[in-house]
T-cell receptor, first 114, second 109 residues
């Protein structure tokens, strides 16, 4: 079975540009999570969805970040405008029906904002 | 106080020995506890979960939970060089999973 798919795997952009990260969860999973990982702050939950509905976005750092899940098989995380401090690895994870605990992570998108 | 705390390491253990990784958490109402392994440049992968006080064994791995002390640990027996990775403790709070910073483990041949 295909795991969580993320694209792009690497992104290099300049400050001020819009960045869109994409995620396809595992089929049948109804939870989807977006995380950011840096050396300084570790793995931080940004937002999560259940059945395509955003449940908790308290981890979204500021209004420059937005996430959508238009259907059960696709989600985006957008940063506009991007800043150098947004440089990090962004992971998407999905979880089967239940409490959203057993999370399966995608390979991540490595973002570098110059 | 952080919600989930781990010693960042690095923890260095000789091959064949027992590696012991520790984690404390602040939310006394937490019910579910997880250990993820993350190899350098890769994504986290779930290796163990535990819900009840006591020990849970899976192969060379044993998770230990003490809710009274708000403490969860992971033991790796017969450590192998392939166990070298960062180990993330995760605790389910009221609404979501909270991860610790991770402990970097190195197994020396």
């Amino acid at each position: 079975d295909a795991g969580v798919i993320q694209s792009p795997r690497h992104e290099v952009t300049e400050m001020g540009q819009e960045v869109t990260l994409r995620c396809k969860p595992i089929s049948g999973h109804d939870y989807l999570f977006w995380y950011r990982q840096t050396m300084m702050r570790g793995l931080e939950l940004l937002i999560y969805f259940n059945n395509n509905v955003p449940i908790d976005d308290s981890g979204m750092p500021e209004d420059r970040f937005s996430a959508k899940m238009p259907n059960a098989s696709f989600s985006t995380l957008k940063i506009q405008p991007s800043e150098p401090r947004d440089s990090a690895v962004y992971f998407c994870a999905s979880s089967p029906p239940g409490l959203g605990e057993t999370q399966y992570f995608g390979p991540g998108t490595r973002l570098l904002v110059l | 106080q952080k919600e989930v705390e781990q010693n960042s390491g690095p923890l260095s253990v000789p091959e064949g020995a027992i590696a012991s990784l520790n984690c404390t958490y602040s939310d006394r109402g937490s019910q579910s506890f997880f250990w993820y392994r993350q190899y350098s440049g890769k994504s986290p992968e779930l290796i163990m979960f535990i819900y009840s006080n006591g020990d849970k064994e899976d192969g060379r791995f044993t998770a230990q939970l003490n809710k009274a002390s708000q403490y969860v640990s992971l033991l790796i027996r017969d450590s192998q060089p392939s166990d070298s990775a960062t180990y993330l403790c995760a605790v389910r709070g009221a609404q979501k999973l909270v991860f610790g910073q991770g402990t970097r483990l190195t197994i020396n041949p």
